[in-house]
């Protein structure tokens, strides 16, 4: 499953505010019409994503046998305008130690479509910080609506509060 590295992702990123939204599109969406992904990628991201959500997904609302552990595994998804190309952060809270950490953060559209998959091991923490985990990934045209989703390997997976296109533009 093809995944970029953070220094891959800041680089993209940092040609799609030099040169506009429109010329450069991140690896990651669907294989026909309404996203740029090959299809093989949206299946195993779709399959991955049902693997990871298997045992259940929590909420800060219903966080079922994790009560407690909420602050440190729900991800805040927030959406920033990077030079022309809508891009979305998630950023969770969270030890990133060997033992304990995020092995995955993934985003879902309006229809329930994952458009981004990168799974993480624990040394890809916030560099400098002693904990949290940030992942970004563009949106693709035609999304209306995000979700970001965390999966620790040992609280499960975790789902943030949905943000919309229209919220980001206000």
């Not at 979305?88 to 309006?110: C, L, P």
């Not at 997976?157 to 943000?163: D, F, N, Y």
Request: with cysteine; glycine share 8%.
């Amino acid at each position: 499953m093809p995944l970029l590295s953070r220094r891959d992702l800041l680089t993209h990123l940092a040609q799609l505010s030099a040169v506009g939204a429109g010329a450069l599109a991140l690896p990651g969406c669907y294989g026909d019409s309404t996203y740029d992904l090959d299809r093989e990628t949206a299946t195993q991201w779709a399959e991955r994503a049902a693997a990871l959500e298997q045992g259940g997904v929590y909420t800060p609302a219903a966080p079922g046998e994790w009560a407690g552990k909420e602050a440190a595994h729900t991800p805040t998804a927030t959406l920033m305008d990077m030079g022309g190309a809508l891009t979305v952060k998630a950023f969770v809270n969270h030890v990133m130690t060997a033992e304990h950490w995020i092995s995955g953060v993934y985003f879902r559209d309006q229809d329930n479509n994952v458009f981004f998959l990168q799974e993480l091991s624990y040394t890809d923490g916030d560099p400098g910080a002693e904990k949290g985990v940030t992942v970004y990934a563009q949106v693709p045209a035609g999304v209306t609506a995000v979700t970001a989703f965390a999966y620790c390997n040992l609280h499960d997976c975790w789902r943030s509060e949905t943000v919309s296109r229209a919220a980001a533009a206000t």
